[in-house]
């Protein structure tokens, strides 16, 4: 009997990236869901049960990006998958990387705070990972995503055992209004640095007031 094929539900695609989360052009796949509620979620939409915006299966999804094959080709992109978590989509993002073709790049952004399984499925299809770690001071974590970051630190740790993967990494260290300072931004790089990573993005976060 024929395998059932997987399906996930999207937030929304975005083509013809280019520099952005990723070499070259990229296409954004964002998927619907999170563990996270962060204080100033930039797609709340993914936290929104009636804000699916398609439902894909991997087939669908590789016959619609092969619209940009020439452009991924040429310039050595391909897709990045964010969200929302995209790790939680874990068997859906293999499978998808099990039929592309083997010239795309894969990109993955992730907050990391997900089950240790999702992140060893995927680990042997991704050329690179962009992580959203907001700040390694556990309270200050906790305060802004209600959730706690040690499984995000035991993750990257894991991550930072391969040979060669400091360079797949690129660190997002925001600075977030009310809730953490340049100081534990620093703070925050100066560990991570300790860790091993190298590649950082700091960014102040633009909050409209309320």
Known sequence: M????????????VRHRLA??????????????CPLRCRYCLNP?????????????????LNELLLDNLYFLATGGGVT???????????????????????????IETSLNVDRTHLERVLPHIDQFFIDI????????KQYTTRDNA???DNLQWLLQHEGMAEKILVRLPHIPNHNTQADVNRSRAILNEMGITHFDEFNYIVNPE
Request: net charge negative; proline share 6%.
């Open 45 to 61: 939409q993914c936290l929104d049960p009636d804000m699916v915006w398609r439902t894909v299966t991997t087939s669908e999804l």
């Open 81 to 107: 998958f964010g969200g929302g978590e995209p790790l939680l989509r874990s068997e859906f993002i293999e499978e998808f990387c099990r039929i592309k073709p083997a010239e795309w790049k894969v990109n």
């Open 151 to 153: 499984q995000v630190i």
């Open 20 to 33: 952005t989360d990723g070499k070259g052009v990229t296409t954004l796949v964002a998927f619907h869901s």
């Open 134 to 141: 907001k700040d390694t001071n556990p309270s200050i974590y």
């Open 2 to 13: 024929k395998k059932q094929e997987l399906s996930a539900p999207l937030i929304g695609i």
